[in-house]
Nanobody, 124 residues
């Protein structure tokens, strides 16, 4: 399976962006699709996952929403009330199966397929 992330850009604090992760290849199989981000000088961080359930990092809960359009093979990340600390490269990843726990979904080593990432910069 291949993933293509898009939708990043420059936005002011308090603004919104919607990221897209388009999945191609074996879309007939069940995958958990997850967003991670990496800020400069920091480790990769789990953001949101859509598996058996939906899971969010505490830092984005209430501000970000992950959704899936099966007809378009696309997973979206709607990001509202953006903060400067949300700045980073956002990547989507796919793991085989529908993950059932947050601890499993947030671990990057559980994902075999990664998109190239899209830059999000929150700055005035």
């Amino acid at each position: 399976v291949q993933l293509q992330a898009s939708g990043g850009g420059l936005v002011q604090p308090g603004g919104s962006l919607r990221l897209s992760c388009t999945v191609s290849g074996r879309t007939d199989l069940a995958y958990t699709i997850t967003w991670f981000r990496q800020a400069p000088g920091k480790e990769r961080e789990f953001i949101a996952a859509r598996g058996r359930s939906i899971f969010y990092a505490d830092s984005v809960k209430g501000r970000f929403t992950i959704s899936r359009d099966n007809a378009k093979n696309t997973v979206y990340l709607q990001m509202n009330s953006l903060k400067p600390e949300d700045t980073g490269i956002y990547s989507c990843a796919a793991g085989r199966g529908m993950y059932e726990t947050r601890s499993h979904a947030r671990a990057a080593h559980n994902y075999d397929h990664w998109g190239q990432g899209t830059q999000v910069t929150v700055s005035s």
